[in-house]
């Protein structure tokens, strides 16, 4: 496969945990990757390549989506895959939240969202095809109140409903776009956390691991007839609890 024949994605939030392991994994199977987080430029984990492309900014700010599309298709030509991943997880009861976390939260959650995947569908618009993966969270749909996290369930929980609304409006253009709703994770975001305790949130009792994320990317990227679709990855939370 030459360089022209191969894949293009954008991953946010791609300097550590679920967005780096996404990375690091598209790039294994082929793909020609911009990777973009405030400060990626400055990662140790991910090496130099000719198919790796590595872009700073705030991903809640139009201006940044605008750099990282033009930057794909400048450097690779096109855009096939948008994984939007970027994400700000703050656990505290309701009335304790600031309006400077309600800003940080909805602009990293839901502005990143909603930029980067309106620069991707003009340039996916005249390939007739594409493709639109959101990390979402099952918090949002199966709250709990021992996780009390509103500005996730208000951040997260939009992205299967827009999800689902783009797979229809876009779908004579053959773009797809669904989204994968973690449970919780063994990240970074979670390293000073009580394992234990966050592994019986699941009733298969232990955390998911990144490459159970990564496989469900890569499963609905290759899975052309399926979109508007949401997979939750949470060990059973979604089912319930026991």
Do not use: C
Not at 96 to 122: C, G, H, K, R
Request: glycine share 8%.
């Amino acid at each position: 496969m030459n360089n022209n024949e191969k894949p293009v994605a954008i991953v946010t939030g791609a300097s550590s945990g679920i967005g780096l392991g996404i990375t690091q994994a598209l790039l294994d199977h082929g793909y020609r990757v911009v990777g973009t987080s405030r400060s990626i430029t400055k990662s140790k984990e991910l090496k130099p390549s000719p198919d790796l492309v590595l872009v700073d900014g705030d991903a809640g700010r139009k201006e940044t989506a605008v750099v990282v599309a033009e930057t794909a298709v400048k450097s690779f030509g096109r855009i096939d895959l948008l994984v939007n991943n970027a994400g700000i997880f703050i656990a505290k009861a309701f009335t304790d939240y600031t309006e400077e976390d309600y800003n940080l939260v909805m602009n990293t959650n839901v502005a990143s969202f909603f930029y980067m995947t309106q620069q991707v569908i003009p340039r996916m618009k005249k390939q007739n095809s594409g493709h639109v993966v959101s990390i979402s969270a099952t918090l949002a749909d199966q709250p709990s109140a021992s996780v009390p996290a509103m500005t996730a369930v208000l951040s997260k929980s939009t992205m299967p409903a827009a999800s689902k609304a783009l797979a229809l409006e876009y779908a004579r253009h053959n773009i797809r776009f669904n989204t994968v709703s973690p449970g919780i994770i063994n990240t970074p975001m979670h390293a000073g956390g009580n394992h234990e305790m966050l592994a019986k949130f699941h009733p298969l009792a232990r955390m998911g691991e990144i490459p159970d994320i990564v496989g469900a990317v890569l499963y609905l990227q290759e899975a052309t007839f399926v979109t508007g679709e949401n997979i939750h990855v949470d060990g059973g939370v979604h089912a319930g609890r026991p």
